[in-house]
């Protein structure tokens, strides 16, 4: 009776709910079941030569994921002439594969959903194909990356992590692989370019690359970036901007790479400081090209940049426009903001006619972005005149707060807009580059207010060393896929989903909570701060860390051999790693926090040489950039500050009242906070109407002024025009507003983004007894944490 309800539950779901579908597996064969491996069935996988290279890359990745689950290995066809198996998997593009498109022709497979979309696939079981096969499992793409995608569903679906090579995630052992019969789509995506930033890779992927797995060539080559690609279209990503530092050759000088790239369907760029797909760092030489100065060297820029553009133009790109200096930095030139928006102005315009001349006479198809990231910003804010079909992509500051999004004017152009997102960042006021603490929530938050506002044409997430940032980066990329599956309980849902995919059902629950608690301990203070920033409740920190280590090392000893060497990488390391960090500057006792520094070498060693027999050796690096953080502690004992007692403390998103407004409520976020969750008036593009509310009951023991401190997430407001104001209200009496908005770089946006808050303070007369205190937003993409009531005599929290 459970196969017939399965079978049932199958038909229901494909046939009325389409994409809210999934490929299932069985337990047992019914009724037509497609036999991938059965007893003596092990099915061919055949794929049309004339179809693209990707799709041939990806069976092949398929045909080693079968085994990888089952110890047996299907055949890769691609003579469909003769001698098939009788049960088969047949994938192919749409107008590629000749394959798919008798199946069309003959009435066997419906495309209609697919057919003509964006990065789209259906998986269907088919019965009597062709004479010579009884079954197949078609998977069918709308185009090169779709097919992919396709069969890399089905490798998820038969219990293959995405992770299974770069966080060496263990399948777990089938005997069977029966898929439910029906039909299944997906697709389009959520948002159109998808993809990561290799960055600040000098003490772990470069290093790794070039010694461990590929020292013939030294470098990240054309087999690192394969094993990169690979993981892309395994997560239904697309976009690649190549690291670029000193210590890596730049993408392009390595011939192979850019061929890799283009068989496995990646749409290559290049980061926001470097124009036209050049790496200028390893490319620009100063000697042979002269200064690298648009207003006196004008015509080697050009040649410059024209040179890459005859060389790969002919690629799947997308183009970075604009000036900035060789290595991030400021555009040369000097003058007046005035001069600086003209010469920039002239710079769009020779780009875009080398762009017409070399890639495609029809310009506004050419993808292209433009990212007013740190000093372009003001530029493009002061009169630059941006073309109409450029996507604008926004930055946030560096720290995961979105620094701006476009106006319900810009919300129109016809180029869209995008989003570049840190998640390890080198640079002011300090760096995190070591351990990945970006909570999910957060991302959510940011990219749902993203996404809301038109940002749905590039996410571009910097991963830096792509390993330790598995988790955010897979979350990132998920919720690009499909942001409409994702709502305030993101965090806990997609951690308890992870977990459950990766190490099994049973240990699924204490993961995705230890994983929980390890974002929400890191988010006031992340690990590579904890030098510069004072931590609240020191003490009650130390116990929440020290519990967590000890229930993920429980869990370590509680898991199968094969599964060891990923829970170190995704789970151990990071939690004793953030721990030790803790208790190298939090513990009141020398001697523990110097322990603590040599764990931390001790762990990182074990990472690096004993992990997965040594396979990933000089990755982890204890001390990035050699920051003061990173050396041994202080010989004396840290100094301990609490709130004083006698301050009252109130989460945010457990108010005793709560008053939604027309088009939006209130929203929960779960797992970001300093302390506990938080609470937006969501969506974000609703206009804000002055109706909603939230109220919170207390009583004070005595008469006297009291200071009304209100913690919220630092984010920014939405876009020009707009601030980040909130109105406090205590007994009905008149509203006091505050503008929590800061300017990135200025004093208190780093004592913000350091200590993961923006605290708004006002004062008031209070008596003794009983009180109501109201919160308003008066602009949207306020996010409220916590409210503190301190009374005159008690030292502020800080």
């Known amino acids: 009776m459970a196969g017939i309800f399965l079978l049932l539950l199958w038909w229901f779901t494909s046939t009325l709910l389409g ?35 990707v799709v041939s890359i990806a069976a092949h990745c398929l045909a080693e994921d079968v085994r990888r689950v089952t110890g047996r290995t299907p055949k890769l066809r691609a003579d469909a002439t003769r ?45 009597d194909p062709r004479p010579d096969v009884r079954s197949a ?82 470098d990240l080559g054309p087999k690192t970036y394969a094993r990169v690609c690979e993981l892309l279209l395994r997560l239904k990503a697309n976009f690649l901007w190549p690291a670029m530092h000193p210590c890596t050759r730049a993408f392009n000088l390595h011939p192979l790479n850019k061929a890799v790239a283009d068989d496995y369907a990646i749409v290559m760029g290049s980061s926001h400081c470097e124009p036209m797909l050049r790496n200028n760092v390893t490319e620009w030489d100063t000697a042979r090209y002269g200064g690298w100065d648009y207003e006196n060297n ?12 005859r060389e790969n133009g002919r690629f799947e790109n997308i183009y970075t426009l604009g000036l900035r200096g060789l290595h991030d930095g400021a555009m040369p030139g000097g003058g007046t903001t005035a001069d600086k928006v003209s010469r920039l102005q002239r710079v769009l315009g020779d780009q875009r006619d080398m762009l017409a001349r070399d890639v495609s006479l029809k310009i506004d198809q050419v993808p292209q972005v433009f990212v007013p990231y740190k000093e372009v910003l003001p530029l493009y804010q002061n009169g630059l005149k941006l073309p109409e079909d450029v996507t604008l992509v926004w930055a946030d500051d560096n720290h995961g707060y979105i620094r701006r999004l476009s106006t319900p004017g810009e919300q129109t152009r016809s180029g869209g807009a995008g989003v570049y997102y840190h998640v390890s960042y080198w640079g002011a006021p300090a760096d995190y580059l070591w351990l990945c603490t970006t909570p999910p929530g957060l991302i959510w938050e940011e990219m749902t207010k993203a996404y809301d506002h038109g940002a749905r044409t590039v996410w571009m997430l910097n991963v830096g060393d792509l390993k330790p940032a598995e988790i955010d980066l897979e979350f990132f990329l998920r919720m690009a896929w499909n942001r409409e599956s994702w709502d305030e309980n993101a965090q ?66 509680t898991l199968p051999p094969d599964l060891r060497d990923a829970f170190y990488e995704l789970v151990v390391y990071p939690v004793r790693g953030s721990a030790l960090m803790n208790q190298k500057f939090l513990s009141p006792s020398p001697a523990l926090a110097l322990a603590a520094h040599g764990q931390i070498q001790a762990e990182t060693k074990f990472y690096n040489e004993q992990v997965a027999g040594g396979k990933w050796r000089h990755m982890m690096s204890a001390n990035p950039r050699n920051q003061p953080v ?28 709560r008053t939604p407004q027309t088009g939006a409520d209130w929203h929960v976020i779960a797992g970001l906070g300093g302390s506990g969750n938080s609470v937006a008036l969501l969506p974000t593009s609703a206009t804000v109407t002055g109706q909603a509310a939230l109220e919170y009951d207390f009583a004070l023991p005595k008469t006297g002024e009291v200071t009304v401190m209100v913690r919220c997430i ?85």
Not at 173 to 185: E, Q
Not at 298 to 309: G, M
Not at 746 to 754: F, G, K
């Open 298 to 309: 004008r015509k080697a820029l050009l040649d410059y940049w024209e040179t890459r553009l």
């Open 714 to 798: 630092p984010t920014h407001a939405l876009y020009p025009g707009l601030k980040l104001r909130y109105a406090v209200s205590l007994d009905g009496r008149p509203p006091q507003s505050v503008d929590l908005e800061s300017m990135e770089g200025s004093p208190q946006w780093r004592t913000n983004v350091l200590s993961a808050a923006a605290t708004g303070i006002t004062r008031q007369a209070l008596t003794a007894g009983s009180h109501t205190l109201q919160l308003r937003p008066l602009d949207p993409g306020l996010v409220f944490d916590k409210i503190v009531i301190v009374p005159d005599g008690l030292t502020l929290p800080k």
């Open 492 to 557: 806990p849902v997609f951690l308890a989903d992870w977990a459950r995919r990766n190490f099994g059902p049973k240990p699924a629950a204490a993961i995705a909570a230890i994983l929980d608690e390890y974002y929400r301990l890191n988010y006031p203070v992340r690990p590579e701060h904890l030098l510069s920033t004072p931590c609240d409740e020191k003490e009650l920190r130390l116990r929440r860390f020290d519990r967590l280590v000890k229930k993920t090392d429980a869990i370590l000893e």
């Open 137 to 218: 499992l078609v998977i069918a793409g709308s185009d090169r990356r779709g097919t992919a995608f396709g069969v890399f569903e089905l490798s998820e679906a038969i219990g293959v992590s995405p992770w299974v090579w770069w966080a060496d995630v263990a399948p777990p052992h089938r005997d069977t692989l029966l898929i439910a019969p029906g039909a299944y789509s997906l697709g389009p995506p959520s948002v159109k370019y998808r993809g990561i930033f290799i960055n600040d890779e000098d003490w772990g992927l470069q290093p790794w690359a070039a010694k461990t797995y590929e020292p013939e060539v030294g």
């Open 19 to 53: 994409a809210a579908a999934t490929v299932t597996l069985l337990d047992s064969p019914g009724e037509n079941t497609f036999s991938l491996v059965h007893g003596e069935i092990i099915a061919d996988l055949v794929v049309d030569p004339s179809d693209f290279k």
């Open 630 to 657: 990173f050396q041994k502690p202080p010989a004396r004992p840290p100094t301990t500050a609490a709130p004083a007692a006698g301050a009252l403390s109130m989460e945010a998103e457990q108010p005793t009242r």
């Open 83 to 127: 001698g098939l198996s009788k049960n088969a998997v047949i994938i192919g593009t749409i107008g590629q594969s000749p394959l798919i498109d008798a199946l069309i022709q003959a009435g066997k497979l419906d495309v209609g959903a697919i057919r003509g979309k964006w990065e789209s696939f259906v998986i269907a079981t088919v019965r």
